[in-house]
């Protein structure tokens, strides 16, 4: 993986938002470059929500927050309706910004501790002075509804009076009542119980069918990403590795960093002994001095020296399957074994 | 790791294997007269044991009376929400509790009651008996310490070593969880590694002194999906290498599913299901453990399944419901249930089967298709799976 190339995009007049070879570096000291997303290419058509998992550190995140220009992208563009978004000035992006909005992970430490619930909601619309006192308080029980509180007992509460799963409600109704088109969420519920997230994901899907949102769902959980997304990409220390129909992906993942990601997920079914699967040795390495070649090359039980030299390009081996590897998993075929000693060796 | 697996439900004991290279560190040299307990005989019994906090909204009934055995080389995994009260219990066990808090009940280990011991007898048992590897490896360790001085710090408190002895076990132990270039990592602070080294290492300060019995409060929560199975492997390996009796507590079924011999679901404070790994994912009879499993989202699921959510939220421990606990949220409740707390008992047709419901389910096998990306073939369980929509492979 860690593949570049732009073979898995649409034509540009379809999708609602087109991200081409975008680029985010962040200096630290001593002359350092933290090469945190290189050379990503994307795309979300109208309507359509894209899964954007990784480990940690892989750069999924960043992607979100550079598509919101939070903060601009060292290089590259995002064209969201057919504006390039890098190049607007402070003025004509705070107009688009309306249309775009964020749902962060943390549920909590992301609502102003202050505020009661009411005004937090309401934010968008009165910085945009929308409506007037009447119809701000109507629209705001009208989210607070369908998000599943009840607008008499929450709207004049602080968030700590919430539980994760409620506060997490609390942030999809502040981000959708300014009738965004698109949406950023970001790890929006790995911090909460498996229940609870059953609750936000059905309530996810249910506000998108309603409002006619597009999303883009960035999360580390595979089987999470799958549930709501229509297309899935997936990413390792900055680099696309595999873009495609979920259903086809997780069927048969070209990438063997996607077939040790899917192999990694605990399954509750003791009949599946989890030393007999394949375990990915060693840990991501630094984005401050990324592998040459193929990002993944070491910790890829496929490696060889071409994965060394060149930078692998995305290619469809499948219907809607895009996959950026020197040597993809042929239908079946399952990477060797890496053990978690290959670490120490 | 890779070595071959023994199946993780056989309830004859295992032989002693593995005899490590950590004799220094191992030997049962330690200031308490515990009598030894071999592999396969009942290392802590806990007995109708109760935990409160006091808070100025009144008491909270954090653990409501909870009685489990736990056997030397087993592993029993404690699996609840948050709030379940589930790491309280295990900090209970271990005696690691705040001022407000108040236990009744019993708690034995080796035979020995510690529930009401002093700190200072509890320094004894505190490492060198049993420890506990801490959810954020993050926080748990200290920033201004070399990693060395973090390991040997128990070797020194409960075994007499010289400098040089407790370099070399310190040494040994990161060799044994895996951590490439040990040498170099002895000096170096936490904040120089990532959080799946982090948490080795927080695995070699819990193994240092060979603990009997190893506390694994979500050890691996904060961590990524691929770095969390090699965590969970080396824990694993280093249970059965040593023989210890190991809780592992979590809030995913799918990390104690291949992993635990035991599984205790945890509802408000109590105990509501109790099995064998096998037996409980054969059969799941209590409805909120059946609620659980059908919350998470498989990966054989297709694209956009509406998923099982469990409603509302789980009690107020300050204020809990009459009758079952659970009641409030339960899809099988009846007008009983609203009145009586169902108590904790075995399944008639499987005595090791404990489940606390007036409705039990009816057992239906929950075992998931093998994982698309696994190549070996799983015989999933006999039994019908109606509640995973599979989608074949």
Same mark, same amino acid.
């Given at each position: 993986?860690?593949?570049?190339? @732009?073979?898995?995009?649409?034509?540009?007049?379809?999708?609602?938002?087109?991200?081409?070879?975008?680029?985010?570096?962040?200096?630290?000291?001593?002359?350092?470059?933290?090469?945190?997303?290189?050379?990503?290419?994307?795309?979300?058509?109208?309507?359509?929500?894209?899964?954007?998992?990784?480990?940690?550190?892989?750069?999924?995140?960043?992607?979100?927050?550079?598509?919101?220009?939070?903060?601009?992208?060292?290089?590259?563009?995002?064209?969201?309706?057919?504006?390039?978004?890098? %190049?607007?000035?402070?003025?004509?992006?705070?107009? +688009?910004?309306?249309?775009?909005?964020?749902? !962060?992970?943390?549920?909590?430490?992301?609502?102003?501790?202050?505020?009661?619930?009411?005004?937090?909601?309401?934010?968008?619309?009165?910085?945009?002075?929308?409506?007037?006192? /009447?119809?701000?308080?109507?629209?705001?029980?009208?989210?607070?509804?369908?998000?599943?509180?009840?607008?008499? +007992?929450?709207?004049?509460?602080?968030?700590?009076?919430?539980?994760?799963?409620?506060?997490?409600?609390?942030?999809?109704?502040?981000?959708?009542?300014?009738?965004?088109?698109?949406?950023?969420?970001?790890?929006?519920?790995?911090?909460?119980?498996?229940?609870?997230?059953?609750?936000?994901?059905?309530?996810?899907?249910?506000?998108?069918?309603?409002?006619?949102?597009?999303?883009?769902?960035?999360?580390? #959980?595979?089987?999470?990403?799958?549930?709501?997304?229509?297309?899935?990409?997936?990413?390792?220390?900055?680099?696309?590795?595999?873009?495609?129909?979920? #259903?086809?992906?997780? /069927?048969?993942?070209?990438?063997?960093?996607?077939?040790? &990601? &899917?192999?990694?997920?605990?399954?509750?079914?003791?009949?599946?002994?989890?030393?007999?699967?394949?375990? &990915?040795?060693?840990?991501?390495?630094?984005?401050?001095?990324?592998?040459?070649?193929?990002?993944?090359? =070491?910790?890829?039980?496929? /490696?060889?020296?071409?994965?060394?030299?060149?930078?692998?390009?995305?290619?469809?081996?499948?219907?809607?399957?895009?996959?950026?590897?020197?040597?993809?998993?042929?239908?079946?075929?399952?990477?060797?074994?890496?053990?978690?000693?290959?670490?120490?060796? | 790791? =890779?070595?071959?697996?023994?199946?993780?439900?056989?309830?004859?004991?295992?032989?002693?294997?593995?005899?490590?290279?950590? #004799?220094?560190?191992?030997?049962?040299?330690?200031?308490?007269?515990?009598?030894?307990?071999?592999?396969?005989?009942?290392?802590?019994?806990?007995?109708?044991?109760?935990?409160? !906090?006091?808070? $100025?909204?009144?008491?909270?009934?954090?653990?409501?009376?909870?009685?489990?055995?736990?056997?030397?080389?087993?592993?029993?995994?404690?699996?609840?929400?948050?709030?379940?009260?589930?790491?309280?219990? %295990?900090?209970?066990?271990?005696?690691?509790?705040?001022?407000?808090? =108040?236990?009744?009940?019993?708690?034995?280990? /080796?035979?020995?009651?510690?529930?009401?011991?002093?700190?200072?007898?509890?320094?004894?048992?505190?490492?060198?008996?049993?420890?506990?590897?801490?959810?954020? $490896?993050?926080?748990? &360790?200290?920033?201004?310490?070399?990693?060395?001085?973090?390991?040997?710090?128990?070797?020194?408190?409960?075994?007499?070593?010289?400098?040089?002895?407790?370099?070399?076990?310190?040494?040994?132990?990161?060799?044994?969880?895996?951590?490439?270039?040990?040498?170099?990592?002895?000096?170096?602070?936490?904040?120089?590694?990532?959080?799946?080294?982090?948490?080795?290492?927080?695995?070699?300060?819990?193994?240092?002194?060979?603990?009997?019995?190893?506390?694994?409060?979500?050890?691996?929560?904060?961590?990524?999906?691929?770095?969390?199975?090699?965590?969970?492997?080396?824990?694993?390996?280093?249970?059965?290498?040593?023989?210890?009796?190991?809780?592992?507590? =979590?809030?995913?079924?799918?990390?104690?599913?291949?992993?635990?011999?035991?599984?205790?679901?945890?509802?408000?404070?109590?105990?509501?299901?109790?099995?064998?790994?096998?037996?409980?994912?054969?059969?799941?009879?209590?409805?909120?453990?059946?609620?659980?499993?059908?919350?998470?989202?498989?990966?054989?699921?297709?694209?956009?399944?509406?998923?099982?959510?469990?409603?509302?939220?789980?009690?107020?421990?300050?204020?809990?419901?009459?009758?079952?606990?659970?009641?409030?949220?339960?899809?099988?409740?009846?007008?009983?249930?609203?009145?009586?707390?169902?108590?904790?008992?075995?399944?008639?047709?499987?005595? @090791?089967?404990?489940?606390?419901?007036?409705?039990?389910?009816?057992?239906?096998?929950?075992?998931?298709?093998?994982?698309?990306?696994?190549?070996?073939?799983? %015989?999933?369980?006999?039994?019908?799976?109606?509640? #995973?929509?599979?989608?074949?492979?």
């Amino acid at each position: 993986m860690a593949g570049t190339g @732009t073979a898995h995009l649409r034509a540009p007049e379809d999708a609602l938002l087109r991200v081409e070879d975008l680029v985010v570096e962040f200096h630290t000291g001593r002359n350092q470059t933290v090469h945190a997303v290189t050379d990503v290419n994307l795309d979300v058509l109208p309507g359509e929500t894209l899964g954007l998992v990784g480990e940690s550190g892989c750069g999924k995140s960043t992607t979100g927050k550079a598509i919101m220009q939070l903060p601009s992208p060292t290089s590259g563009k995002v064209v969201f309706e057919g504006t390039d978004l890098t %190049s607007l000035g402070a003025k004509e992006l705070r107009q +688009v910004r309306t249309k775009l909005q964020m749902i !962060f992970q943390d549920p909590i430490s992301s609502l102003n501790p202050r505020r009661k619930v009411e005004d937090i909601v309401a934010e968008g619309l009165d910085i945009w002075k929308r409506g007037s006192r /009447a119809e701000r308080s109507e629209k705001v029980d009208e989210m607070l509804l369908t998000v599943g509180l009840d607008p008499d +007992v929450a709207r004049g509460r602080r968030p700590f009076q919430f539980s994760g799963g409620q506060c997490q409600r609390i942030s999809i109704a502040r981000a959708v009542i300014t009738d965004p088109q698109l949406i950023v969420c970001d790890e929006p519920v790995s911090a909460l119980d498996v229940s609870v997230q059953a609750q936000i994901l059905n309530l996810l899907e249910d506000m998108k069918a309603q409002y006619g949102l597009t999303m883009i769902f960035i999360a580390h #959980d595979l089987a999470v990403v799958k549930n709501i997304s229509d297309r899935v990409a997936v990413m390792y220390l900055g680099r696309l590795c595999e873009v495609g129909d979920p #259903d086809v992906l997780y /069927a048969q993942p070209a990438h063997p960093y996607t077939s040790a &990601l &899917l192999s990694a997920i605990p399954v509750p079914d003791p009949d599946v002994r989890p030393d007999a699967r394949q375990t &990915l040795g060693g840990e991501i390495p630094s984005p401050l001095s990324p592998p040459s070649g193929c990002r993944f090359r =070491t910790r890829c039980p496929k /490696a060889d020296e071409q994965c060394r030299d060149e930078v692998p390009v995305m290619r469809k081996v499948a219907d809607d399957q895009f996959v950026a590897c020197h040597h993809p998993l042929a239908p079946g075929e399952v990477v060797t074994t890496v053990s978690l000693a290959g670490a120490s060796a | 790791m =890779t070595d071959p697996v023994t199946d993780p439900a056989p309830t004859v004991a295992e032989p002693e294997v593995g005899v490590d290279d950590l #004799d220094v560190a191992i030997q049962d040299d330690h200031s308490l007269d515990l009598p030894t307990v071999a592999p396969g005989e009942v290392l802590l019994e806990v007995e109708d044991l109760h935990t409160t !906090f006091s808070s $100025p909204r009144g008491p909270v009934l954090a653990v409501r009376g909870i009685s489990f055995e736990l056997r030397r080389g087993r592993t029993l995994g404690i699996v609840g929400e948050s709030g379940s009260g589930k790491s309280v219990l %295990s900090r209970s066990v271990m005696g690691l509790m705040p001022s407000n808090a =108040t236990r009744s009940g019993s708690v034995r280990f /080796a035979g020995n009651e510690i529930l009401n011991a002093k700190p200072k007898v509890m320094r004894g048992y505190w490492g060198d008996q049993m420890s506990m590897v801490f959810q954020d $490896p993050m926080t748990a &360790l200290n920033p201004v310490l070399r990693i060395e001085q973090q390991i040997t710090e128990s070797l020194h408190e409960h075994i007499d070593l010289s400098k040089k002895q407790a370099h070399d076990t310190a040494l040994q132990l990161l060799t044994s969880v895996g951590i490439p270039e040990p040498d170099r990592r002895l000096r170096m602070y936490p904040h120089e590694m990532s959080g799946g080294m982090r948490q080795r290492i927080m695995i070699a300060i819990a193994l240092a002194c060979g603990p009997k019995l190893l506390f694994a409060d979500e050890p691996t929560t904060a961590l990524d999906v691929t770095v969390q199975a090699q965590i969970l492997d080396l824990l694993q390996s280093m249970q059965r290498d040593r023989q210890m009796a190991m809780i592992l507590v =979590t809030h995913d079924l799918g990390v104690v599913a291949g992993r635990a011999h035991d599984i205790a679901v945890m509802y408000a404070g109590r105990i509501v299901e109790q099995a064998p790994s096998k037996a409980l994912f054969g059969a799941v009879r209590h409805p909120y453990t059946e609620a659980l499993l059908r919350s998470i989202p498989k990966l054989e699921m297709a694209k956009h399944t509406k998923l099982d959510a469990i409603g509302g939220r789980p009690p107020d421990l300050v204020h809990l419901p009459e009758g079952c606990k659970f009641a409030p949220r339960c899809a099988y409740a009846q007008d009983v249930c609203l009145v009586e707390d169902p108590e904790l008992t075995p399944d008639p047709a499987d005595p @090791t089967h404990l489940f606390a419901c007036h409705f039990p389910v009816s057992g239906v096998g929950t075992a998931v298709p093998t994982p698309v990306a696994v190549a070996a073939p799983v %015989s999933s369980s006999p039994a019908p799976a109606p509640i #995973d929509p599979e989608v074949s492979a």
